[in-house]
């Protein structure tokens, strides 16, 4: 079969399918020991909730209302009213209905909006993403429909007590020159946990003004829903950022629901690119957004049960790592929000990428580092000295996974 350009360049065997291929398989072969994905936990209390609200929703009809009906192209007119008035009272943020739209998913939105503010222009001219600091979310990294549509820097590392570490924007070498039509960051960050502090998100949002493009926060994982985040951060929003928002880390990834908050132009655009590419994203997952927050329990579940979880589940991975693994084996990223730790083994004598291979073999799935440098331009060794773990699983598969790590690290020293 042959292709087009935009075919061979989104059939291409890219990080993100790889990883989905290997987590797909890791799913089928019992035994496998699986902290390389993005899927979020399994939460009792969370379960138990989202069971007993869908049976409501369905003896209320609001399920079958739902499947039964196309929305609009922006998304459920009701959620969109319910999250600008929450979003007003919480946050103080001047919105309306018009300044939201929804898609199948914020992965989704990433490719509309990369390709909405960079890419050639029709005055010949092209322009790119801008990633203040990689590491960043591999799933960005395919998401262009021309090549090279991103650049990104390298990020000022600060060493911290207790074998951890926290990356900062370094903003002297920030390679934001005319070419950069979109500034973007995950706040928290997918891969280590990162929250950019007020400081520096403060600072990229001046020079997004002042450079004349907007500057897109990833809220995944972020204040007010989901809400795993565990530093102080406080959230922005003014007529030149983006932010998208989702569902999926409150525990609803097959909902497919993503959330753009942006001036009413931008909006207007995603709900044209919505109509053209899936006539309007589904209902399921908005209506049960919008029933949650209604019910007062979007932001209340967020807070008192979802952030607790992680939390203590973040320090229990910690304490599990450092019983295997000393601090001068293995550094780790301050954990200040999402779902995965980010381990820097800084005098690795092999590459992540085989430490990956070597685990794989071993029935543990970590992903090797050099995955979430998307745009760096130049060789950096400590792209390869770095894995992510997610901390989801059970405690037990965890200290096995960390076991056999630790034997892999062992033995690479010793070779
Ligand atoms: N942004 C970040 C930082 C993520 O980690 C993920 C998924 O893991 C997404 C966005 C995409 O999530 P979804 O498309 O499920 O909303």
Not at 29 to 42: F, H, R, Y
Not at 290 to 302: A, K, Q
Not at 324 to 343: N, T, V
Request: charged share 20%.
């Amino acid at each position: 079969m042959s292709f087009s350009q935009f075919g061979d360049k989104f059939t291409q065997h890219s990080g993100i399918s790889r990883l989905m291929e290997d987590m797909g398989e890791g799913l089928r072969t019992s035994g496998t020991i699986m902290l390389g994905g993005g899927n979020p936990a399994q939460i009792p209390a969370m379960n138990d909730y989202f069971n007993q609200l869908l049976m409501q929703m369905h003896q209320d009809g609001q399920l079958s209302e739902a499947l039964c009906n196309y929305d609009g192209p922006r998304g459920k007119a009701l959620l969109l009213d319910a999250l600008a008035k929450m979003l007003r009272e919480e946050l103080g943020w001047p919105l309306t209905a018009q300044n939201i739209a929804l898609t199948n998913g914020s992965q989704s939105a990433f490719f509309y909006l990369f390709n909405l503010f960079a890419g050639r222009r029709a005055d010949g001219s092209k322009k790119r993403v801008l990633f203040p600091l990689a590491p960043e979310y591999l799933g960005y990294a395919d998401a262009g429909l021309e090549e090279d549509l991103f650049v990104s820097a390298k990020p000022n590392i600060e060493l911290l007590p207790e074998g951890q570490f926290k990356y900062h924007v370094d903003f002297d070498h920030l390679p934001l020159n005319d070419d950069v039509g979109l500034i973007c960051v995950s706040r928290p960050t997918n891969p280590t946990g990162n929250v950019i502090t007020d400081d520096e998100l403060l600072q990229l949002d001046a020079l997004a003004q002042q450079h004349g493009v907007p500057l897109l926060i990833d809220n995944a994982y972020g204040v007010p829903f989901p809400g795993i985040i565990f530093s102080e951060a406080r959230p922005l929003w003014n007529p030149n950022t983006i932010l998208c928002m989702s569902l999926s880390k409150l525990g609803l990834p097959g909902a497919r629901c993503g959330i753009i908050v942006a001036d009413e132009s931008t909006i207007t655009a995603i709900g044209n690119m919505n109509g053209i590419i899936s006539l309007a994203p589904g209902s399921i997952g908005p209506a049960i957004a919008n029933e949650m927050i209604v019910r007062g329990d979007l932001l209340r579940l967020s807070q008192e049960v979802i952030k607790p979880f992680y939390q203590a589940k973040v320090s229990e991975t910690i304490a599990i790592l450092r019983r295997y693994l000393p601090e001068d084996r293995c550094l780790i990223h301050k954990p200040e929000g999402a779902i995965f730790l980010w381990l820097w083994f800084r005098d690795l004598p092999i590459s992540t990428e085989t430490l990956y291979q070597r685990l794989k073999a071993r029935g543990v799935l970590m992903v090797p580092g050099h995955f979430f440098f998307p745009g760096l331009e130049h060789e950096w060794p400590h792209t390869h000295q770095c894995m992510r773990m997610n901390y989801v699983p059970d405690a037990e598969k965890i200290e096995r996974a960390v076991q056999i790590l630790a034997e892999e690290l062992e033995a690479a020293f010793k070779n």
